[in-house]
């Protein structure tokens, strides 16, 4: 939201990295692939580490969703949260691909939670190969969206292809910003690891697209290319990259929380944003075995049951300055009948 409409210390907190998932329950039109030990033993982990039960998955499951991640976010210390819309994968000529994918949630659901409930800042997902891409993009800015989220390596999209230069500029003139996934990925299926280099976001941050590298570029395995160099080059050039710090305190925080210390110092602090990838488990172990937190803040925080709130004070006692949690503000279009000041 532009934070001329409201004195800076009136901004709330924000977690501008916050998944919505559902089955379909209710006729929300999400689905979620379960088939195979794996993928169920993946969703009962991710429940489990938000405090939701595993059975919850065979009720009204997206309601219950929705409900706890309120009701925690209402408990936090954060005002608001961008919540993500998850388009489907497409083939090169824009056709969905049927099976692919883990997840979908589409943007009219994300749209009409964000109605409903102002602590959501809703943010769509559309494949810009799509034929419909332009019409889909229009109508999503007309409901309010607020955000564009792309996994480019899991959803198969190359921002650097020219054939989407339109729906970059249309991005750049509504002022919405895209938040797409760099680095490494283990949750969802990869259809092209090399979608996540930060370099395939040189033409719509070249367009004038206000772009935000999820992960700033990180890995998330010992194996894993590590892009985060890239990302710390481009912020160079591009006045309008940022990054976020999603996923710094997962339980392999050895891994990207090698970043945090460069991700907290000038030039680089000025262009980070805070957000927890929820419901990604949140870890402090890493953080103190490294130093990164001191014993009070492990001993406070390490165990609280509400992990928004664990890893919003995570961060803060990594040192994040409390500018990253109230920056993504200043990137955002104004939401239609809604003062910044009256969100928590």
Request: charged residues 20%.
């Amino acid at each position: 939201m532009n934070p001329d409409q409201a004195p800076p210390t009136a901004l709330p907190a924000v977690d501008m990295h916050v998944h919505i998932v559902g089955t379909g329950a209710g006729g929300t039109g999400c689905w979620l692939g379960l088939d195979g030990l794996y993928r169920r033993w993946q969703a009962r982990l991710l429940l489990s580490a938000i405090g939701m039960h595993p059975r919850d998955l065979d009720g009204d499951f997206d309601r219950l969703y929705v409900e706890h991640l309120l009701e925690r976010l209402r408990e936090s210390s954060l005002g608001a949260a961008v919540i993500l819309a998850q388009e489907r994968v497409h083939d090169p000529q824009g056709k969905p691909v049927p099976g692919a994918g883990l997840f979908h949630v589409p943007n009219d659901y994300v749209l009409a939670l964000a109605r409903r409930h102002p602590e959501f800042l809703p943010a769509v997902s559309i494949h810009p190969a799509r034929p419909d891409a332009l019409e889909e993009l229009d109508r999503c800015i007309a409901g309010g969206a607020m955000m564009m989220k792309l996994l480019p390596n899991v959803q198969h999209v190359d921002c650097s292809d020219r054939r989407f230069t339109r729906f970059w500029e249309r991005m750049a003139a509504a002022g919405l910003p895209l938040l797409s996934h760099t680095g490494g990925e283990k949750t969802l299926p990869v259809v092209d690891a090399s979608l996540a280099n930060p370099r395939h976001l040189e033409r719509p941050l070249e367009v004038g697209v206000t772009v935000i590298a999820a992960h700033c570029g990180t890995k998330s395995a010992l194996f894993d290319p590590q892009w985060f160099p890239d990302f710390v080059e481009m912020t160079r050039r591009h006045p309008n990259l940022y990054g976020d710090t999603s996923a710094f305190s997962v339980l392999n925080n050895r891994i990207r929380g090698r970043v945090v210390p460069e991700t907290q110092s000038e030039p680089l602090a000025s262009r980070i944003l805070h957000g927890s990838d929820w419901p990604v488990p949140v870890s402090a172990f890493w953080a103190r075995a490294k130093g990164l937190i001191d014993a009070a803040n492990h001993t406070a925080w390490a165990r609280h049951p509400n992990l928004l709130e664990r890893d919003y004070q995570l961060k803060r006692a990594m040192g994040y300055a409390p500018e990253c949690f109230t920056r993504v503000w200043s990137l955002l279009p104004p939401r239609k009948g809604m003062a910044t000041a009256s969100v928590r």
